[in-house]
């Protein structure tokens, strides 16, 4: 299962300028800034929020680990992604919250149209935040169809 994965476009060049921009700000150390960076696109009070909240200093303390995620979504626009993931046999569920941000929708369906056994469901109410019960509601149903047999080549979608 994955949730609100936040991809570029398909053979975009964005992913890889993104990550050459956390990279320049990792090295100068400034770790508010880099965090500043990572969470562009996402609505201006979340960073405002995590800036001024009581896990100031985990964010901060995590600051030099955004990197690698910057990589990975510089890797997922390297090559198609059907040619990326051509490997991955795994039934996958990309979960969204119903009020999700457009990039992580684009995402979903992109990644749901470039993996073999793949499906999109929604967490009823939820943004880039979630209840946990409605979250743990999500994937129990998910995890139950999943258990149910796929025939090899057919698709969830």
Known sequence: MLWEVPLGV?????GAEFLAEIRERVL?????ETLRRFMAGTPPEWFEDMRAGPQRPLFERMALSVQ???EALAWAQSAPRKELWAGISARTV???????????????????????H???AEVPGADHGWQPADM?????????????????GSSDR
């Open 10 to 14: 398909e053979g975009g060049s964005d």
């Open 28 to 32: 100068t150390g400034d770790r508010e």
């Open 68 to 70: 690698a995620g910057a």
């Open 94 to 116: 990309v979960l969204l919250g119903t009020k999700a941000l457009t990039f992580f929708s684009d995402a979903a369906d992109s990644i749901v149209a470039s993996l073999a």
């Open 118 to 120: 793949a499906e999109r």
């Open 136 to 152: 743990a509601d999500s994937i129990a149903a998910r995890l139950t169809r999943m258990d149910e047999p796929n025939p090899a």
